[in-house]
Structures are given as structure tokens and as C-alpha cells.
């Protein structure tokens, strides 16, 4: 916009990047701290939403469990019963067992797997629309303190980290808990003896597994918020990479990213080795334990206080829950890497739009197009002593032209950003219709006003489908209608598939002309009862601007219009010209009328016209 917002926006990054900053390194130092799994408990509703494919999952779990601890039962009567018998017969009954078990144990670990990785794909595809659906809500000021990149890090990358932990790990860490806690029960029951042996060495096991992994949880949260800055810097410098190569910065742009990417490269090294020296220690301390353990089971059988089938029932048991152990530990990582990631993802969700539909919202008359500021009084919220909008009345009626015109930095823009609700006024009233829009849902207000702005956004679809964003149910001949009112008819045929001709990311095939002829004929489709043009003229050349003119014209004359404008040759045939300056109305009148006056609008007209 051409005035007082960017100005408004690019003084309010600094305080609200700030701020957001601030409120990241609090909550990143709350996730150093943490040591449990909090979180997660976000995930809670969403895993509630799939009872059936959970309590599936945890039914085969617990068969496929309890049949690869069967194994080792089965094992040790074969050795005792099968070998011992001396019979052929006997031996191959035992041997039938173990496959019967196996066989068991394979479908159940398939069903698990299935039922699972089908709960983790819903949970997550629930959650990935749950976070973009709430993105949308949030107001135009929050992203002045957040680069988009950061916001797209979080929807992919973080929720890839939640996927791998609801379809595996949380599955792999309920299986290793149930084995361990079932096959520590069966060594209790083959040898007590050697079982206690084993948990007096659990401690050696647990400590390092707890310092390591806090280590582990701090490294891996670091990493992915150095991620998220390299990510938010590429996407960023991609935006806008035209730019980058006209000032032939290239070479700079590359070394600060690849600055980001060698600073999350050296924390994920870090985690890295970290995560390495635990399972080194726990392995060994673990594996090794059973050797000691082994050993004196050994002397055991030796001396005929066990058999060899209890033997080597105790090792396939020592084994499974020894290595039970060891997954836990790895599952123990991920928990802590997707802790950090929903906490990343929980401040997204956390994060309030200030502009909410009231309990109970003023339902709106028929539409007029009236609208009417009194005594209207506004700063933004990061420099509230910085008055934008001062006293600032203003009846239009239905129907009716307005153009508001000014110095830049007068608040001109600001009125349309009150108007559409992305910020809250201090003092007075604005109303549509005759209903002050505090008290109406920001919905049903922004449905009644059609914006085209100076910068053009359009989107990767069909010149139809950018048309059909105004208003979906459009037809193809109310989208060629509003086309050809806004000029844009001759060059949307001409394109190699017409109106369904792929326009590329934001329609950069596009000539900037075509792009904001493209948005006017949006903004038509839309057939709200108020239209706000802001410069929509700014990026035609004179023959397509006259020709757009003529069109704005006809619609002008069917909508309420609001007009911002430099070019005052844009607002000439206007009902009104407001001038504005220091966010107060100074003068009222038609282009004449004001010239006459003399004034700061005299002023402003003899920059352009001979006056």
C-alpha cells in the first residue's frame, strides 16, 4: 500500500519480531528444562478421534508381544522335551510349535504395522489441517514478527517428525515396554536368582540413558530451530530472487544461507555424537551385564541346578529384554525430538488472532454500502504512543466514490486495514451499514468489502481459478464478464490454454499489468457492495489504464468505492476527495473545489497538474 501501512508494518517488525523472538527463547529455554513428555499430550484429541485403529493396534501388539516371548518357552521345551526324549516324533510336535508361534507373531506384527502406520497417517493429516486451519485466523500483524519460511518449517518439517512418532515410534516403544515388562516377569519365574543379578545392574543402564538423553532433547531442539532459520532465509530470498540477481547478490544470499545450514549441521553434530555415546554406553553396559549373567547361569546348569532348556530360555529372554532396552533408548530420542517439535508447533496453535467474532455477533442488514467513521482514533499496537488516525470522521454514502488522497504516511491506508478488520481501533465507532463492526463477526464484514490492492496476489491456479477466488460459485460466464470489465479478457484468450492456462507460482508468467488487471476483474466477480482500490491502477501502462478506468468506472457505479490514490489523475471523476494528512480529515470537496481552496491538495494537484 502506498502510504502509512508498510510504513506502520515495516516499524512494527522490529518490535513484534522482537517480541516473537523473545517469546521463542523463553519457551526454547522451558524445552531445555523439560524432561518429561508434556507436549505430547497435545496429540491426545487427535488419537481419541481413532479408537478403532488404536485399540487394533494395541490388541495385535500385545498377540505379536506375547508370541515372540512364547518363543522362548517353546525353545526351552524343545531342548528338554524334544532333544531329551530321544523320540523323532516329540522333537517334531515342538518344532511344529515354533512355527505355529512364528506364524502367529509374523500376522500380528503385520496387522500392528498396518493399523499403526494408518492411525499415524489420519492423526497427522488431522493435525496438518487443524495447524494451516488456524494459521488462516491469525491476523496480518503476526507475520510481521515471523518469517513465512519459519511458519511453512513448522507445518512440514516439524509435523514430519510427529508423523514418524505416532506410525512408529510410539508403536516401537509400546512393544519394547511390553516385552520388557513380560520378559522381565518370565526371568522371575525361570531363575530369580540370576533376574536380581540383572536388576542390580539396571542402574549402570538408567544413568547414562537419563544424561545423555536431556543432552540429546536440548541438541535436537536447537537443531531444528537452526533449521527453521535456514529454511525461513531460503524462502525469503526465493521470493524475492529476481532481486537478488538484478543487484548480483547472489554469492551473498548463498553464504548466509549456507551460514544457517553449517550452524544446523554443526548442532545436529553435536546430537549426533551425544546420541552415539549413549548407545554405546547403554549397549555395552547392557550386553555386557548378560555376559556376567551368562556366565554364571553357566555354573548353574553345570552343577544340575537348571536345565539347559531354562538356559537358553533365560538368554532368548535376557536377549529380548536386554534389546528391548536398547529401543526404548532410541524411542526415548524420538520422544524428545517430537516433544520439541509439537512444542514448536504448540506455539503456532497458542498463538490468538486480536480480532475475534464477538459470543453473540450483530447480524448485518441487507447491504447498502454505507459506511461511516466517527471520532475514529488509532495506533498500532507495537507503537501505541504513534497516533495513525486522529479524530478521523468520514460518512460515505451507498453508492457513493470516495477517494482519499494525501502525503504519504497521512493514514490512508490504515483505514482500509480497520476497515477490514486486520486491526482494532482505540477510540470511536466504525460502522457498516449502520452495525459498528466491533460488534459483527470479522467474516461477515470482510464478505461485504472487495479489496484490489497495489500488489497484485495472485496464486498458482488457472487465470479462472485467480478469478473464481473472488467468489467460487462464479460461472464461466460471470468470470468472462468480469474479465472483459477489467480489460483482461483479450490477454487471458490469448494464453495457450485460455482461461484454464496454468499461470505458475503467483502468476509470475504474467506481466505486472495483467497480473493487477487480473485481480480488478477478481475483485468484480466478488460483487461485494463496497470496493476498496488501493492504487489499483499503479502497474498499467496509460492505454491499459485508461481502458481499466472506464471499466472501474461502470463498477464504481454500481458499488460503494473507496479509492486510494498518488496519481490524481485517478480520482478525478470521484464523488468526493478526502484529503488527509497526520491521520486527520483536512478538506472535503471535488478536485475543483479543493484546487480552488488552495491547500495542501492545490499543492499536491500543481506536482502533477498545471494548476
Known amino acids: 500500500m502506498p502510504d502509512s501501512a508498510p510504513e506502520a508494518a515495516a516499524k512494527d517488525r522490529p518490535s513484534a519480531g522482537a517480541e516473537l523472538a523473545a517469546q521463542i527463547r523463553h519457551a526454547a529455554g522451558g524445552r531445555g528444562k523439560t524432561r518429561n513428555l508434556k507436549p505430547l499430550a497435545r496429540l491426545w484429541p487427535y488419537l481419541m478421534r481413532q479408537k478403532r485403529n488404536l485399540a487394533l493396534m494395541l490388541v495385535f501388539l500385545v498377540i505379536s508381544s506375547a508370541a515372540s516371548l512364547s518363543l522362548t518357552g517353546a525353545a526351552r521345551l524343545l531342548v528338554d522335551k524334544g532333544f531329551g526324549s530321544g523320540n523323532a516324533a516329540q522333537l517334531d510336535a515342538w518344532f511344529l510349535v515354533i512355527g505355529g508361534v512364528a506364524i502367529v507373531m ?12 494408518r492411525l499415524g497417517e489420519r492423526v497427522v493429516a488431522d493435525l496438518r489441517e487443524d495447524v494451516f486451519a488456524h494459521i488462516l485466523r491469525l491476523d496480518p500483524a503476526f507475520f510481521l514478527g515471523i518469517r513465512t519460511g519459519e511458519v511453512i518449517s513448522r507445518l512440514t518439517s516439524d509435523i514430519q517428525i510427529i508423523e514418524t512418532l505416532v506410525s512408529s515410534s510410539i508403536s516401537i516403544a509400546l512393544r519394547n515396554l511390553v516385552t520388557f515388562v513380560g520378559g522381565l516377569t518370565l526371568l522371575m519365574i525361570v531363575s530369580p ?7 542390580a545392574l539396571f542402574p549402570l543402564v538408567l544413568v547414562p540413558l537419563i544424561t545423555f538423553g536431556r543432552a540429546v532433547g536440548k541438541l535436537t531442539r536447537r537443531t531444528q530451530d537452526n533449521f527453521a532459520d535456514a529454511v525461513g532465509f531460503a524462502s525469503e530470498s ?6 537478488v540477481q538484478a543487484f ?31 548407545t554405546a554406553l547403554v549397549i555395552s553396559l547392557v550386553f555386557g551385564g548378560i555376559a556376567v549373567v551368562l556366565w554364571l547361569g553357566a555354573h548353574d546348569v553345570f552343577h544340575h541346578r537348571m ?30 525430538k517430537a516433544a520439541g517439535a509439537m512444542m514448536r508447533i504448540d506455539e503456532l496453535l497458542q498463538s490468538e488472532p486480536n480480532i475475534t467474532a464477538p459470543p453473540t455477533p450483530a447480524n448485518l442488514p441487507a447491504p447498502r454500502g454505507e459506511i461511516r467513521f466517527e471520532h475514529v482514533r488509532f495506533a498500532y499496537p507495537s507503537r501505541p504512543d504513534t497516533v495513525v488516525l486522529d479524530d478521523f470522521s468520514l460518512h460515505v454514502q451507498p453508492g457513493e466514490t ?111 499489468g495483467q497480473k493487477q488487471r487480473l485481480s480488478i476483474a477478481r475483485a468484480l466477480v466478488r460483487d461485494a457492495p463496497v470496493l476498496l482500490l488501493d492504487e489499483a491502477t499503479s502497474a498499467l501502462d496509460a492505454e491499459n489504464e485508461r481502458l481499466v478506468q472506464e471499466a472501474l468506472s461502470e463498477a464504481m457505479r454500481e ?30 470537496g471535488t478536485h475543483d473545489e479543493l484546487v480552488a481552496r488552495g491547500g495542501l491538495y492545490q499543492r499536491l494537484a500543481s506536482l502533477q497538474f498545471e494548476v
Not at 536368582?193 to 536388576?199: C, D, E, F, G
Open 106 to 117: 509374523a500376522l500380528a506384527t503385520a496387522f500392528r504395522y498396518f493399523y499403526i502406520t
Open 193 to 199: 536368582k540370576l533376574t536380581l543379578i540383572v536388576l
Open 238 to 243: 526465493l521470493d524475492a530472487l529476481e532481486t
Open 248 to 278: 548480483v547478490r547472489e554469492a551473498f544470499t548463498r553464504r548466509r544461507f549456507d551460514a544457517a545450514v553449517e550452524t544446523a549441521y554443526a548442532t545436529s553434530l553435536k546430537r549426533i555424537r551425544a546420541r552415539a555415546t549413549m
Open 307 to 336: 536345565t539347559t532348556g531354562a538356559l537358553i530360555q533365560f538368554v532368548m529372554l535376557s536377549v529380548f529384554t536386554a534389546g528391548s532396552v536398547a529401543n526404548l533408548n532410541e524411542t526415548w530420542g524420538d520422544l524428545q
Open 402 to 512: 470516495v477517494a482519499l488522497v494525501g502525503p504519504s504516511g497521512a493514514g490512508k491506508s490504515s483505514v482500509f486495514r480497520l476497515l477490514l478488520r486486520y486491526y482494532d481501533f482505540n477510540e470511536g465507532r466504525i460502522e457498516l451499514d449502520g452495525v459498528d463492526i466491533r460488534a459483527a463477526d470479522p467474516k461477515a464484514v470482510r464478505e461485504r468489502l472487495s479489496l484490489v490492492a497495489q500488489d497484485a496476489a495472485l496464486f498458482s491456479g488457472s487465470a479462472a481459478d485467480n478469478i473464481r477466488f473472488g467468489r467460487e460459485s462464479a460461472t464461466m460466464d460471470e468470470v468472462r464478464a468480469a474479465a472483459a470489465k477489467a480489460q483482461a479478457l483479450g490477454f487471458i484468450e490469448a494464453l495457450p490454454q485460455g482461461f484454464d492456462t496454468p499461470l505458475g507460482e503467483r502468476a509470475k508468467s504474467l506481466s505486472g
Open 559 to 588: 458499488h460503494t468505492t473507496l479509492v486510494i490514490a498518488h496519481r490524481l489523475a485517478t480520482v478525478l471523476k470521484a464523488d468526493r476527495i478526502v484529503v488527509m494528512d497526520a491521520g486527520r480529515v483536512v478538506d472535503i
